[in-house]
């Protein structure tokens, strides 16, 4: 692993402000110096327009790690690895299952932004949000995010994507090994005078789709089998002004894992519970996703203004299909659901040099977001004790929908001190209306960034958060229907889930020793009213959203990067603490004991990782990269009401490149080998309990991969 950059804020607020000459090509025409060549003017231009687009948001006090592309290649499995792997190699990230990553002791909480355009949320399955072979560099931004930043303030990933510039060549790369593992992918890019383009291709197949619910090496059914494209168009209509879209699809389909062993419990008419076919390895479950996205945007920079207008547009969908007969068998229901999201919507941002030392910032952004939830389900009738009364099951077809709007305003002034100290201060106004609730807050934000000496930085924030459920209310209508079946709710209770409020304080500081070692600590709290938290209530893969009355997270990071030649290191630690009190929403999917215990009694939250850490080393030169890395976790909750935690796990990883260059066609290969979990240990990061746990998990065990890159 290479290292990984902690930018400090007062570096983008002050030195990036005062020192990057606003020198676009336009300049250099009117004092009538000849013109460099095409292609040189086209990336003059590129790169004038990138830096204002960046000005745009900092992250202004801010806490803000980066990687870029040198640290992705020495991630296992570099650009083939999920994006997940990536985040969890920054401070204060801790890896769940079904790909999931919490940050800070957040369930999910996170805004994506794509060269700097803020992405619709999407739906909560197994896939990933991003592909890491699009990223150029990526940075997650959190702590107490500046006014521009609304809705999902767990963190803000923020990804710079390749482009026809940053590509240099064409790429075609194999890569496979353990699993049954098959993933060809294709890079193209270019430029052509005002015009350049990327896009990506991409196929994966593999055996181990979705973590292993079992310690055995090989899952059962397992396979997953998908597909993705994402490509960035851009246009640059003259020297201060560019057109671009970005746009992806993806589609994927995933087996789900069964346990061997697991006895009948349900008796189904013409079913004999001893024949061959009637066993849980059996089980033929899929779930499928698909992701489709457009964002187009409009930016314009000259001396003293830039604005961007981009107008999006998403929809995703997520399909269940169940094994009619073997679900009924030892679940006692038999669901197909399919839940989809469609958002449009529009975000205009922009910034505004009012005086020599302060920069206005203003801007909006707004969406409406259907969503619509259609559902077959077979089940078995029960008396009033929960008994199954006859071996026929019922057919129950119930079709929902919701809708939401989420819109904010927002408005801050970064003010210069001087040259060591800034301070940026702003107010934000949002709006929540849905088909089951509407809610509104005034959000002050404000972030001091001191610089005494030229090697530290400090800075200390408060913010004031509003964050919005997903709109995935399930109707009292809805469980009337199932009631005295084996699909009844655990109780009739159900309270809309309330926007999530909460005070949050952020202080640290970055220290750089020389011109080869960095170090950043940083410590947090937050306090919030309706805390939102997800669950999984169904074999099905659809987190749905509940709340706690009050909820308490705080925490400390640190993280430390040292690099000289051709070495590198790097090393992090981080510490989270949460506790939360009384669930008051979507109360039907908990137990009447679980709920009385809850409401009386402070619980951890099922997706606090109280330690992890994550270390590595490598070696990178012209023709070589060899690297070594491991992560360790300790805390994920399980148990009645989270009351006990998940046993603690290291696994390490280690990998080597060797390019061939000068050659004859191509103008490189690249040849790989990764060995994930290096020592083969059995981690289990579930075991099926918890509050809103459903399914076991155990991590990846012992896989060797092979890839080779060719540019072209």
Known sequence: MGVILFTPQARASTDTHQDTPKTGHHKISRDQTPRPPKAAEHITVLSHLNQERARLSPSLGAVSYTIGP?????TPQGQNASFNQIMVRMPGVVLDSYGEVHVRGEHGGLTYSVNGVLLPEGLNGFGQELDTRIIQSVSLLTGTLPAQFGFRTAGIVDVTTKTGDTLKNNQLSLYGGSYNTFNPSIQLG???NKFEYFTTFSYNTNNIGIENPTDSFRPIHDVTKQKKTFAYLSWSIDDASRISLLTSA????????????????????GVDWNSPSIQSKLLNDQQSEQNYYAVLSYQRSTDKLNIQLSPYFRYGRIGYTPDPVRDLVFQ?????????????????????????????RAGLIGHYTYERLDTDTQAFPTDSSGEQISDTPVRIIDNTSNWSVEAGAYVQDEWRINRKLTFNYGLRYDRFAASFGKQGQLSPRANLVWKPARSTTLHLGYARYFAPPTPQYIYSSTLARFENTTNAAANSINTPTRVETSHYIDAGIVQKIGDTVQITADA?????HDLTDLGQFGRAVILAPFSYRKGRVYGAEFGSTWHKGS?????NFAYVKTSAKDINSAEYQFDQEDLQYIANH???????????????????????????????????RRGFANLEKQPAYAVFNAGYQYSFTQLPIVHAIKTRIDIINLFDHRYQIR????????????????????????DF
């Open 250 to 269: 993806s589609y994927a389909n995933f087996e789900l894992p069964n346990t061997e062993g697991l006895p009948p419990l349900y008796h189904l008419t």
């Open 602 to 636: 402070s619980i951890q939250l099922d997706h606090q990782g109280k330690y992890t850490s994550s270390a590595g080393i490598s070696y990178t030169t012209h023709h070589h990269l060899a690297y070594a890395d491991m992560l360790y976790g300790n805390g994920l």
């Open 567 to 571: 070495w590198s290191l790097f090393a």
């Open 70 to 74: 040198q640290q992705i290649q020495t």
């Open 687 to 710: 075991d099926g309990s918890g509050v809103g746990i459903y399914q076991a998990q155990y991590g990846q065990r012992r896989g060797l991969f092979f890839s080779a890159v060719t």
């Open 190 to 192: 270019g430029h052509k």
């Open 524 to 528: 947090y709290s937050k306090w919030a």
């Open 332 to 360: 006692g229901v038999a669901q197909k659901e399919v839940n989809d999201f469609t958002t449009g919507g529009t975000e205009l941002d922009l910034s505004y040099d009012i005086a020599p030392h302060h920069t206005l």
